[in-house]
T-cell receptor, first 114, second 116 residues
Framework: GAVVSQHPSWVICKSGTSVKIECRSLDFQATTMFWYRQFPKQSLMLMATSNEGSKATYEQGVEKDKFLINHASLTLSTLTVTSAHPEDSSFYIC??????????FGPGTRLLVL | AQKITQTQPGMFVQEKEAVTLDCTYDTSDPSYGLFWYKQPSSGEMIFLIYQGSYDQQNATEGRYSLNFQKARKSANLVISASQLGDSAMYFCAMRDQYNQGGKLIFGQGTELSVKP
């Protein structure tokens, strides 16, 4: 299978600061990357779909100005949580895929906002 | 609207026995894909198996097989010869093949515990 990395794996930050999470497809070029959020004991909730070179498509209820997504290349997408607050603490996980193929997931990033 | 349902919040199985994890889905699209992912406590999502709506045969991958019953809209995962390392959350997911950018819709998940 394809390999997707995420960095950092853990991040603790103070309320009001911004946090950037990187998602990279290591051995393939991803036409599309997805960003999910997962609370403990719950399923994955899709936040946005990101295509290289175009604006991300956000799911209903996800604040675009708070969760900034940039897909600069076919191997890199970033999620920036701006002005993070404790309620943003969660597990963020990305996936990458080629057109209509299997989504491969990164290992996830645990964010704790104090 | 598309929907995935996993009705078993938790399952127990004895080591070396087989276990079936249930998944039902609802869609009006004729073309779709069904996936199973495993999520251990570390959090990573591991792709297990895929079934296309037009595939004639049930998908198999090693100890994993997908019992696809299209008329009943079910896509159950069967794990044979369970191992302790199979203890994890298991998610069923569906993808509309041609629309919505290929995004996945996930079920609620089933937590599998393998007993020694």
């Amino acid at each position: 299978g394809a390999v997707v990395s995420q960095h950092p794996s853990w991040v603790i930050c103070k309320s009001g600061t911004s946090v950037k999470i990187e998602c990279r497809s290591l051995d393939f070029q991803a036409t599309t990357m997805f960003w999910y959020r997962q609370f403990p004991k719950q399923s994955l909730m899709l936040m946005a779909t990101s295509n290289e070179g175009s604006k991300a498509t956000y799911e209903q209820g996800v604040e675009k100005d708070k969760f900034l997504i940039n897909h600069a290349s076919l191997t890199l997408s970033t999620l920036t949580v701006t002005s993070a607050h404790p309620e943003d603490s969660s597990f963020y996980i990305c996936s990458a895929t080629k057109v209509r193929e299997t989504q491969y997931f990164g290992p996830g990033t645990r964010l704790l906002v104090l | 609207a598309q929907k995935i349902t996993q009705t078993q919040p938790g399952m127990f199985v004895q080591e070396k026995e087989a276990v079936t994890l249930d998944c039902t889905y609802d869609t009006s699209d004729p073309s779709y894909g069904l996936f199973w992912y495993k999520q251990p406590s570390s959090g990573e999502m591991i792709f297990l198996i895929y079934q296309g709506s037009y595939d004639q045969q049930n998908a198999t991958e090693g100890r994993y097989s997908l019992n696809f019953q299209k008329a009943r809209k079910s896509a159950n995962l069967v794990i044979s010869a369970s191992q302790l390392g199979d203890s994890a959350m298991y998610f069923c997911a569906m993808r509309d093949q041609y629309n919505q950018g290929g995004k996945l819709i996930f079920g609620q998940g089933t937590e599998l515990s393998v007993k020694p």
